[in-house]
């Protein structure tokens, strides 16, 4: 926050912190000093250092080797509690929400799929580098024809040729696909038509993956299409755990609740922005917090906020108890991401002119929450499942 204050001796700083609920005081003391160390590195190091990447589609590699100092390339492995989890996720995306969608994916689905359904030579081989983030991973699910569908439509093949298995397919929206030291390739095998997953390394010949350009939002992740032309692997490259879709589903799960972290983070960070320019811009003579209208915003960003995060934290307990279901999961992600999208509209247009620069970042935050609000199914995919599962009635076609 800045010096900036509401009246001649109400300085800023003695106002509401984001943590609307005190949910950080849930934790045990010492998760919350290293939550406070952590938060306080990315909103020094990482907030304002991503507006210019962002803006250049770039990957800022530079940044990572503090956030792996900080075990942020490890956090699904560390013992933490998914409450504290939860929550560096939060602040992740209050920074910036695309390098929240790098670290949340390489935590809930590559350091995961590889932790829960690999060989033991395999997550020696690959989980100390990524552990470390001087290495990224690609979670090859989607594909150009399948997203929603994927389930049933997925079209990758894997077939076993004597020691190997030849690779073949394309994929599409994959974070980090261009970067990615290994990728986790989600394919039919054509012998018994059963979704499995395979480990690959990216240097194998038959691998290529092209950067998607000119997005709206998560302009830092490198999605990308990727092409898999007959990429041969040893037969050890399969992950020996991840053997039918329901191995995938189960990961998807946590990882789509995941998402409502960042969107609570984002939503965060709306209130930041929000309040700060609300407070410092002077119209008609008077700072712009002083006007109803505004007022009006700030208080449903806040509710907006405060309701996302108590679903939150729900969700993490189901977690932690082992009681969440894919219906849950689906409506947190679906709500808040629904809120945080409705928050950064709002406060986008309080903003002005203004509101449409990343200069001001209302805007990088807008783009991103539509991106969010769109992946790891989307709104609508998510609301057939929660009413799927409260009617017993299939609305999937």
Not at 69 to 75: F, I, N, P, T, V
Not at 228 to 254: C, H, M, T, Y
């Amino acid at each position: 926050m800045t010096s900036a204050t509401l009246s001649g001796d109400a300085p800023q700083s003695l106002l509401p912190d984001v943590d609307l609920l005190h949910v950080e005081f849930l934790l045990h003391p010492a998760e919350r000093e290293r939550l406070t160390v952590i938060k306080d590195h990315l909103q020094a190091h990482v907030r304002k250092q991503t507006i210019d990447p962002w803006n250049r589609e770039h990957l800022p590699t530079e940044l990572l080797h503090a956030l792996a100092d900080l075990g942020l390339g490890s956090l699904f492995l560390d013992g933490s509690s998914r409450l504290f989890q939860g929550l560096v996720h939060s602040q992740i995306a209050r920074a910036d929400v695309s390098l929240s969608a790098l670290i949340g994916i390489h935590n809930e689905l590559i350091v995961g799929t590889i932790a829960e359904l690999g060989s033991e030579e395999q997550k020696a081989q690959w989980l100390p580098a990524l552990s470390e983030l001087t290495q990224l991973g690609a979670f090859c699910l989607t594909e150009p024809s399948h997203g929603s569908d994927i389930a049933g439509g997925l079209a990758t093949t894997a077939t076993l040729d004597g020691d190997e298995w030849v690779i073949r397919g394309e994929k599409r929206w994959i974070g980090a696909g261009t970067v990615a030291a290994i990728a986790l390739i989600w394919a039919r095998d054509t012998a018994d038509g059963v979704i499995k997953c395979f480990a690959v390394d990216t240097t194998h010949p038959g691998y290529s993956a092209t950067k998607i350009v000119n997005k709206m939002g998560l302009r830092i992740m490198q999605n990308a299409d990727v092409v898999l032309n007959e990429v041969r692997v040893p037969r050890s490259a399969l992950l020996p755990e991840a053997i039918g879709f329901d191995a995938a589903n189960a990961l998807l799960k946590d990882s789509r609740a995941w998402v409502g972290w960042q969107a609570v983070g984002a939503q965060q960070a709306i209130l930041d922005i929000l309040r700060d320019y609300s407070l410092e811009r002077v119209q008609f003579g008077k700072p712009l917090a002083s006007f109803q209208v505004i007022q009006q915003t700030i208080a449903e960003v806040a509710g907006n906020l405060a309701a996302s995060s108590a679903m939150m934290v729900q969700m993490a307990r189901l977690q932690e108890t082992g009681e969440l279901e894919m219906m849950h999961a689906a409506i947190a992600k679906s709500t808040t991401t629904r809120l945080g999208r409705q928050s950064a509209f709002l406060a986008r247009d309080a903003l002005g002119g203004n509101g449409l620069l990343s200069d001001y970042e209302m805007s990088k935050v807008l783009g991103d929450l539509e991106a969010i609000y769109t992946y790891e199914g989307s709104y609508h995919i998510n609301a057939l499942i929660v009413s799927r599962a409260l009617t017993g009635v299939s609305a999937f076609v």
